[in-house]
């Protein structure tokens, strides 16, 4: 059973465009929502995370809003780059601080 | 710093024969590790957690016999792919934290191709 559901699998947006990728999750005891970046034959690395307790966070151009009530969250990447052209997978963290992962956005920025 | 990396990189074995992968934390303390399976277009799937000193916990539909995992100190586990098929090729990935608490986040590691022939 896939703890987090994650869409688009796969987004195309131009260069300077805005990518907006969504998660949903059931268990509402999941307390840390992180997003991950992954280029090809790399680890993920960590990009921005959430607490349930704030609806938005924002480091530079990349933005998490989170939505308690609706048990979602979204990573907005604005004026989105041909370097930003990766693996996206949104996650969150349960019992034992285990992180549950969504099935990945693999993002092409053209430009 | 919270760098990880993972040795080798890449690997080739023949059918049969065994893997060993080292994860390690180059500038923490790991308390835990936790070792990933990435089929290729795939999600992570997390196939075991381990602590420092004490047995692997395995995730339902992982072979604790087939995956060794030692984590024997606090900068070092180990993940041993015992009698490798082919069907065991993929790429492992491992992570460390810092300690028990909530705060802290999972560093990951680089990635092992792991290709058995």
């Known amino acids: 059973q896939q703890q987090v559901k994650q869409s688009p699998q796969s987004l195309i947006v131009q260069k300077g465009g805005i990518s907006i990728i969504n998660c949903a999750y059931e268990?509402?005891?999941?307390?840390?929502f992180p997003w991950y970046q992954q280029f090809p034959g790399k680890g993920p690395a960590l990009l921005i995370a959430?607490?349930?307790?704030?609806s938005e966070k924002k480091e530079g151009r990349f933005t998490i809003s989170f939505n308690k009530s609706a048990k979602q969250f979204s990573l907005h990447i604005m004026d989105s780059q041909p370097g930003d052209s990766a693996t996206y997978f949104c996650?969150?963290?349960?019992?034992?601080?285990?992180?549950?992962f969504g099935t990945g956005t693999r993002l092409t920025v053209i430009p | 710093g919270a760098v990880v990396s993972q040795h080798p990189s890449r690997v080739i074995c023949k059918s049969g024969t065994s893997v060993k992968i080292e994860c390690r934390s180059l500038?923490?303390?790991?308390?835990?590790m936790f070792w990933y399976r990435q089929f290729p277009k795939q999600s992570l799937m997390l196939m075991a957690t381990?602590?420092?000193?004490?047995?692997?916990?395995?995730e339902q539909g992982v072979e604790k016999d087939k995956f060794l995992i030692n984590h024997a100190s606090l900068t070092l586990s180990t993940l041993t792919v015992t009698s490798a098929h082919p069907e065991d090729s993929s790429f492992y990935i491992c992570?460390?934290?810092?300690?028990?608490?909530?705060?802290?986040?999972?560093?990951f590691g680089p990635g092992t191709r792991l290709t058995v022939t």
């Open positions: 992570s460390a934290r810092m300690g028990g608490g909530l705060s802290h986040e999972q560093y």
């Open positions: 268990n509402t005891a999941f307390d840390y």
């Open positions: 959430i607490r349930p307790d704030v």
């Open positions: 996650a969150a963290r349960g019992g034992a601080n285990n992180l549950f």
């Open positions: 500038d923490f303390q790991a308390t835990t």
């Open positions: 381990s602590n420092e000193g004490s047995k692997a916990t395995y």
